[in-house]
């Protein structure tokens, strides 16, 4: 197996940077489309065979130095107890969002090989089949997944989510409690099952001010962290919208930070120092530019990349739906010839 992004995680020496792109199974394949075309998007999780197919699927196509788990970051708040839909255009609803003590109380915490089989049955069968590269778990950061079940889905200004944490202190850090739990369980079922690292994805950390992401965020997902280092696998945590947030994100305790593309890379790497390694952070949307341009834009990413502990390329946030297949292949393409020493 090409441990080149292990490597680069641990911020050990590395022959070329390397590069995956986070919703590198999506809508933009081809190949993907056409399976969902027989299956909706959450049958598609639950279904392992198909859930390793789309997850290989970028592997083969792209060249990328490593597999992510196809699954949704909100799989395992519906073994909580909640009801989860997903519409076009709209993204997850869930029912009955979690607004009182009671509320939280009702929430279960199932063991995954009981509430989520199916994802440690599709871990299993992709450590069976993928033999190039390592293979990503993941889970949503406590906060960001407290917003979807505060919010009952999406939000643009997390009003009920903040009101929660301001006016009742109790409710939101007994919830937050309950999701950390229950976070640090599914991904250790995750390491237990095959992966060879782990992502936690903090989307809407940046909804919050430095000081408040300090007090009611940050302490549950140091002691997620906390608990996974003793298994012995590079936990990455990306931060979204994370400028003002990084010296408090990097006090986490994770081995590499994900960076958003709003944040200058090498501006983060001053930041953050040479005690972990940094992942990103090109704009999705540079895909959509010249050949030109985007090499230029890849080449600068690489070089400022290089002043980290360790560097993997990546986007600054999930790939487009819309964006041309090739383009795709050709950054990764890039990355390789650019970086290569």
């Known amino acids: 197996m090409n441990d080149t992004f ?7 020496g590395v022959d070329y940077t390397p590069v995956w792109i986070m919703r590198q199974a999506g809508r933009y394949l081809p190949q993907y489309r ?4 027989r299956v909706d998007f959450l049958t598609l999780c639950k279904t392992p065979e198909l859930a390793a197919e789309v997850t290989l699927q970028p592997v083969e196509f792209l060249g990328v130095d490593a597999a992510i788990l196809f699954s949704d970051i909100l799989i395992p708040v519906e073994a909580m107890g909640m009801r989860l839909r997903f519409y076009d255009r709209k993204g997850p609803v869930l029912s009955r969002p979690v607004r009182t003590l009671d509320d939280v109380r009702r929430l279960r915490l199932a063991a995954p090989e009981e509430g989520v089989p199916f994802v440690l049955e599709t871990i299993r069968i992709l450590r069976r089949r993928l033999k190039r590269v390592p293979l990503i778990g993941f889970a949503g950061a406590p906060f960001t997944i407290a917003t979807y079940m505060i919010e009952g889905g999406g939000s643009k ?8 944490m301001y006016s009742s202190g109790e409710t939101y850090h007994a919830l937050m ?18 992966v060879h690292a782990v992502q936690i994805f903090d989307s809407w950390a940046g909804a919050l001010a430095p000081d408040d992401y300090k007090a009611y965020s940050m302490p549950y ?23 003002g947030l990084l010296e408090y994100a990097r006090a986490a305790g994770a081995d590499v930070i994900g960076i958003d593309w709003r ?10 120092g040479q005690r972990v390694s940094v992942q990103g952070n090109l704009d999705p949307c540079a895909l959509f530019s010249s050949v030109g341009v985007l090499k230029a834009k890849v080449a600068d990413t690489i070089n400022k990349g290089r002043r980290a502990r360790g560097h993997i390329f990546n986007l600054g946030h999930g790939i487009l739906p819309e964006t041309p297949p090739d383009a795709a292949k050709a950054l990764v ?9």
């Open 157 to 164: 200004s997390f009003l009920n989510t903040k009101a929660l």
């Open 221 to 243: 997902v140091k002691e997620t962290i906390k608990a996974l280092k003793p298994l012995g696998v590079p936990v990455i945590y990306f931060v979204n919208n994370c400028g």
């Open 6 to 12: 292990l490597r680069a995680c641990r911020g050990e």
């Open 333 to 341: 393409e890039m990355v390789h010839e650019l970086s290569s020493r």
């Open 34 to 37: 056409r399976v969902r075309e």
């Open 177 to 194: 409690r309950k999701i950390t739990d229950m976070t640090i369980t599914y991904l250790t079922s995750q390491v237990k099952a095959g």
């Open 263 to 272: 944040v200058d890379i090498g501006s983060a790497v001053r930041r953050l």
